[in-house]
């Protein structure tokens, strides 16, 4: 097989609510964290043992406005993307790596706003815009309340 495939399907539960940020341009970038988990019984002990695993997620544009009206804390969802790794330096000058999923589609699995299983919302992003560089052309980000953000390690 030729070529290489990034990609990378998820369904777990949010962290914590999403935070919407917004590039220079006014475009919507919304990070989370999503928790899965894994079970399974220990062959010697034949106790249950349970792992959890965290992901940090970004999404852009108009999947970030889906992101933002409909999940929070707690919501189970699907989201399908790919790897991104990056290099940063922490606030003591040491050299860092962050590896994000970057989200090309997302689907809301529990209830809520009157939306269930899979006629839940569905988001998809325009990779081609992602992949020139147009929302990543400025890593500084606004908050909500118009604050420049400059030091966002993603």
Known sequence: ???????????????????????????????????????????????????????????????????????????????????????????EGIERYSTKVIVKQIQLLDSGKGHQGTNAPVASENYAQVKSGEYRASIAAQSKNGELIDDIPF
Request: hydrophobic share 30%; net charge positive.
């Open 1 to 91: 097989m030729s070529g290489n495939v990034n990609k990378v399907i998820l369904i777990g539960n949010l962290g914590r609510d999403p935070e919407i940020r917004y590039t220079q341009n006014g475009d919507p970038v919304a990070n989370f964290s999503i928790a899965t988990n894994e079970k399974w019984k220990d062959k010697n002990t034949k106790e249950l043992q349970e792992k959890t695993e965290w992901h940090f997620i970004v999404a852009f544009g108009k999947t970030a406005e889906t992101i933002r009206e409909y999940l929070k804390k707690g919501s189970k969802c699907y989201i399908e993307g790919k790897l991104e790794t990056s290099k940063y330096t922490d606030k």
